[in-house]
């Protein structure tokens, strides 16, 4: 049977997953085994994705976003979801969850897994619960086929909602919004209506079993995280939490990788205690957090309420971002909420980065700063974290070839465009110092892992589908 990256790591074998990575991240392999080895972080890598291009979740390395793809009991077909794996993989995630619930699951999930060059995650409850008529009627051994079976297509890693127990379920009396979380109100309902333990967390030694022989990574759902400012650092929310530590160090002694989820809506205030509080309670396991929103007021704008908690949740050591479109809480994002959220999301790894210092990161920023300043509008396009639409928003109003080293744009006009008026002071006074732009992308680290618009996923198992845009505008949406 093959060993786990884990314990590969822990037994000092520095694997060709490792090395990928730390080619990626520009870091020494050795650095990669060592974080992998204690647990600060994970490669999801299951032995049966074949096209996975291997990358890592860890604090110390640069922040990743997971974007959900997935029907709904609506819709679609496993081509349908090809063009949404395509878009989030186009537009930058760096993992993505099928979070399906509706018709084909299987081969829409072996779609995916065929064709996707960053990790798939899943959600094995959904598709339990798909196959019993009421939630009480799931069973131990359902809930086990379920995970086995995904495990066996190459999933790379589970949300598993282990830590809602029986006794924590009283403490989400008296919340403004209850139960948030799908798996967690599921298990909370089959709790109360069973009288008994949550089976995830009865059985967890036995989903660890099968998680060690694909290697397949945890990532420990937070069932009763807030759904709401009011109800953030609550005693349901952090007695799930311990139960999440203790389910870590379960899960690393069966030789398994684990990530651990986190909350949802906090007041920006408390994001740095939640995510310090994770890394203690769950001993340095990665936090994957969604959000959190920093505010509840927002509805139609929720990636950016949710990219402020991200960016500052990320800069205390959040290592995923589970990304929030602008469709969260009203609707099922279509593809130009998906690009919008991914953009916000990988604003705010990005920013995360600069602030905590990842190698290279700033050199993203400096490169485009001098495009900028030089009025060389089309490496400025080009250095765009979503090129398409900074040309387009430019050409909207100077369509023409020639405004591409114009030295201005419609923004202030030929007249007050201050870098244009800067330049012609310091060509005339001698006094002003020359501007220095001497940023070189091609030794950058983090430019080399971020440069848009598709990072650098080996993007050949994708299929060069229609873009999703196009086919969406045919009535094909992403509902
Ligand atoms: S016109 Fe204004 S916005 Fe446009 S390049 Fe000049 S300074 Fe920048």
């Known amino acids: 049977?093959?060993?786990?990256?884990?314990?590969?790591?822990r037994s000092g074998e520095l694997t060709a997953a490792m090395k990928r990575v730390a080619e990626r991240e520009s870091r020494d392999p050795e650095t990669v085994r060592r974080a992998v080895a204690e647990g600060r972080a994970v490669i999801p890598n299951n032995h049966e994705h074949d096209v996975l291009d291997p990358m890592i979740i860890g604090r110390e390395f640069a922040t990743k976003?997971?974007?959900?793809?997935?029907?709904?009991?609506?819709?679609?077909?496993?081509?349908?979801?090809?063009?949404?794996?395509?878009?989030?993989?186009?537009?930058?995630?760096?993992?993505?969850?099928?979070?399906?619930?509706?018709?084909?699951?299987d081969s829409i999930r072996e779609t995916n897994v065929q064709h996707a060059p960053v990790p798939v995650g899943t959600v094995p409850i959904y598709e339990a619960v798909t196959r019993v008529d009421d939630v009480a009627d799931l069973t131990p051994e359902l809930l086990l086929d379920v995970i086995e079976k995904q495990a066996r297509q190459g999933v790379d890693y589970m949300t598993v909602h282990a830590g809602v127990l029986l006794e924590h379920v009283p403490l989400t009396n008296g919340r403004k919004t209850g139960i948030v979380s799908r798996g967690g109100s599921i298990l909370a309902k089959w709790m109360e209506e069973n009288d008994a333990q949550n089976p995830l967390y009865t059985h967890f030694e036995r989903i660890c079993a099968i998680f060690a022989e694909y290697d397949v990574t945890f990532s420990l759902g937070d069932g009763l995280r807030p759904g709401c400012l009011?109800?953030?650092?609550?005693?349901?929310?952090?007695?799930?939490?311990?139960?999440?530590?203790?389910?870590?160090?379960?899960?690393?002694?069966?030789?398994?990788?684990v990530m651990v989820e986190g909350p949802g809506h906090v007041p920006m205030d408390d994001i740095e205690m939640n995510v310090e509080r994770q890394q203690e309670v769950c001993d340095g396991a990665p936090f994957y957090v969604l959000g959190p929103l920093v505010t509840d007021i927002a509805p139609g704008y929720d990636h950016i309420t949710s990219a402020i908690g991200a960016t500052e949740a990320a800069r205390a050591g959040a290592a995923m971002l589970c990304y929030v479109t602008p469709k969260e809480?009203?609707?099922?994002?279509?593809?130009?909420?998906?690009?919008?959220?991914?953009?916000?999301?990988?604003?705010?790894?990005?920013?995360?980065?600069?602030?905590?210092?990842?190698?290279?990161?700033?050199?993203?920023?400096?490169?485009?700063?001098?495009?900028?300043?030089?009025?060389d509008w089309s490496r400025q396009f080009e250095l765009a974290l979503d090129p398409e639409r900074a040309r387009a928003y430019h050409d909207q109003s100077l369509?023409?070839?020639?405004?591409?080293?114009a030295r201005y744009c419609s923004m202030c006009g030929v007249e007050f465009c201050s870098m244009r008026i800067d330049q012609d002071a310091r060509a005339v006074d001698g006094d002003m110092e020359s501007i220095d732009s001497e940023t070189d992308l091609t030794d950058s680290p983090a430019a080399a892992a971020n440069l848009p618009p598709t990072g650098t996923h080996d993007m050949r198992s994708v299929p060069d589908l229609p873009?999703?845009?196009?086919?969406?505008?045919?009535?094909?949406?992403d509902d």
Not at 86 to 104: E, P, R
Not at 335 to 353: N, Q, T
Not at 399 to 405: I, L, R, V
Not at 467 to 477: C, D, L, N, P, T
């Open 65 to 105: 976003v997971n974007a959900n793809i997935g029907n709904s009991e609506t819709t679609s077909n496993p081509e349908e979801e090809l063009r949404k794996l395509h878009a989030a993989v186009h537009y930058g995630a760096d993992t993505v969850m099928d979070l399906s619930t509706g018709a084909n699951l």
């Open 230 to 257: 009011a109800d953030a650092c609550d005693d349901a929310q952090f007695a799930e939490l311990e139960t999440l530590g203790e389910l870590t160090r379960t899960a690393r002694d069966h030789g398994v990788q």
């Open 329 to 375: 809480h009203l609707g099922l994002p279509e593809e130009e909420d998906v690009r919008d959220g991914l953009a916000a999301y990988r604003i705010a790894a990005h920013a995360a980065d600069v602030a905590t210092g990842q190698p290279g990161a700033r050199d993203w920023d400096d490169a485009l700063s001098e495009a900028r300043y030089e009025f």
């Open 467 to 477: 873009s999703f845009a196009e086919h969406a505008s045919e009535g094909h949406g």
């Open 399 to 405: 369509p023409g070839d020639n405004y591409k080293k």
């Open 1 to 9: 049977m093959s060993e786990t990256q884990l314990q590969r790591a």
